[in-house]
């Protein structure tokens, strides 16, 4: 048969029952055995819950430190015991527990009971200490007489006057202590909103920092874009100013038996026929290049005015002659005083006003001459022969020796003017 089991109320060790607690739990369990079904449902609850109360060891009436250690709960048994009456008992006795209306004392062991015993000795140790003082300070009261009774009251409220005022003191002390500590919690508050603010105003400034870092880039970056455009356009200037545009707008070839302005022929052999087109648009090659450097150097024309209009170009007489002309189509009689010969002879009336001009401006000394009356170039620097520019009783050869030395001194000028005119566009 199972025993029950108890347990220290302080370390939970189990405990050890003496023979005679072990006496009556054997009897109890005994009892239970041989009671009916029917008795035990007609137990009045008086005895219910004297089964579960605390039962008492022998030797009831001792004192309490003994009967401490004599007073036992049941906190539970083996199986066996799990009967009806069991589980009831132990239901109102835990709902009595749980409601205050029952005060359970536990057991303790033997070395719990010994603390417990000492530290009751220690507190009636401390009791009767202060009990000890309190007579003393009595008998030493009654032994001391009136006047030095007053004298002490009031030495005590002397000292009580100057408590108080200490107090008052460090009442006032207290007082400005948290108003000082109001004024610097409202300090604080002020410098943490006024940090708040600033904090804000450092990220606004942050942002604006940033968006100016951003443009800042930006305009670096389109700093250096205009700056790599300003150096390809002064490298294109700087190579511009090192070009003629005469040069490269008229080239002109006299190696030949014929003289040659921009790949167009000016002038026709018997071995080399030549048409009239390609003469006439050496013509107005010839006529431009003439009437652009005659612009270049200011000089405006005295007797004509030279227009450059291509393979139709013409000079314009200022005396009202009319149009003069420096094409053909072939169709003009060589016997007769044509207007093609006529205008080949006023351009070269023009071309010697040209020669006179830049001679006063350093222009170096021309191989060919030119006589505008007779309208022929001579050979100055050679044989000194003179050959016609006019078709009027001409042949094909001296024509286009006198085209070829018109040609090449129009080269010398051109070689000239792109130098002088040039090294004047260049920045010092």
């Known amino acids: 048969m199972a025993s029950t089991l108890f347990l220290c109320q302080l370390c939970n060790k189990p405990l050890k029952l003496s023979q005679t607690l072990c006496a009556l739990q054997e009897e109890h369990l005994e009892a239970q055995h041989c009671a009916s079904p029917s008795t035990k449902m007609t137990v009045s609850e008086e005895e219910l819950r004297a089964r579960t109360y605390s039962t008492p060891l022998p030797g009831h009436g001792r004192t309490l430190q003994e009967r401490a250690c004599c007073t036992f709960t049941l906190l539970g048994g083996s199986v066996a015991l799990r009967t009806l009456d069991s589980i009831q008992n132990t239901t109102l006795e835990i709902s009595e527990i749980v409601s205050g209306q029952k005060v359970v004392e536990h057991p303790l062991c033997v070395d719990c009971v010994d603390n417990l015993l000492t530290q009751l000795d220690a507190q009636i140790t401390l009791v009767e200490s202060d009990t000890q003082k309190y007579r003393s ?8 007489s009136k ?17 108080e005022q200490e107090e008052a003191r460090l009442a006032q002390e207290l007082k400005d202590i948290d108003h000082h500590h109001a004024r610097i919690a409202a300090e604080l508050r002020a410098a943490q909103a006024e940090s708040k603010e600033l904090n804000q105003q ?32 002064q490298r294109q200037l700087r190579r511009l100013r090192k070009t003629s545009i005469f040069n490269i707008t008229f080239t002109i070839l006299d190696e030949g038996p014929l003289g040659i302005i921009n790949n167009f022929r000016l002038g026709c052999l018997p071995g ?32 004509y005015q030279l227009v450059p209009r291509g393979g139709h170009s013409y000079l314009r007489s200022l005396a009202g002659d009319g149009e003069l002309l420096l094409f053909s189509d072939g ?13 080949v002879k006023a351009f070269l009336d023009c071309l010697q006003q040209f020669v006179d001009e830049v ?16 309208g022929m170039m001579e050979d100055a620097r050679g044989s000194g022969e003179c050959y016609s520019i006019r078709t ?22 051109l070689a000239w003017a792109s130098l002088r005119y040039r090294c004047r ?3 010092n």
């Not at 300070?137 to 001391?144: D, K, P, Q, Y």
């Not at 001679?359 to 007779?374: D, Q, T």
């Open 137 to 144: 300070f009595l008998e030493r009261e009654s032994l001391v």
């Open 147 to 163: 006047k030095e009774r007053e004298a002490m009251h009031l030495e005590l409220c002397a000292e009580l006057r100057s408590l």
């Open 202 to 233: 450092n990220e606004q400034v942050l942002m604006e920092y940033s968006a100016l870092k951003m443009e800042q880039l930006e305009l670096t970056d389109q700093l250096s874009s205009v700056e790599n455009r300003l150096e390809y356009a």
């Open 272 to 303: 080399i026929q030549v048409g009239w087109d390609e003469i006439n648009a050496a013509w107005g090659q010839t006529a431009l290049l003439l009437f652009t450097l005659a612009k270049t150097v200011g000089l405006q024309f005295q007797r």
């Open 331 to 343: 169709s003009h009689s060589v016997f007769l005083n044509n207007k093609f010969d006529r205008g």
């Open 359 to 374: 001679e006063k401006k350093g222009c170096p000394f021309l191989p060919y001459r030119i006589h505008v009356n007779e």
């Open 392 to 413: 009027h009783l001409n042949t094909e050869e001296e024509w286009a020796k006198a085209l070829k030395f018109m040609l090449t001194n129009l080269k010398l000028i």
């Open 425 to 427: 566009k260049e920045p």
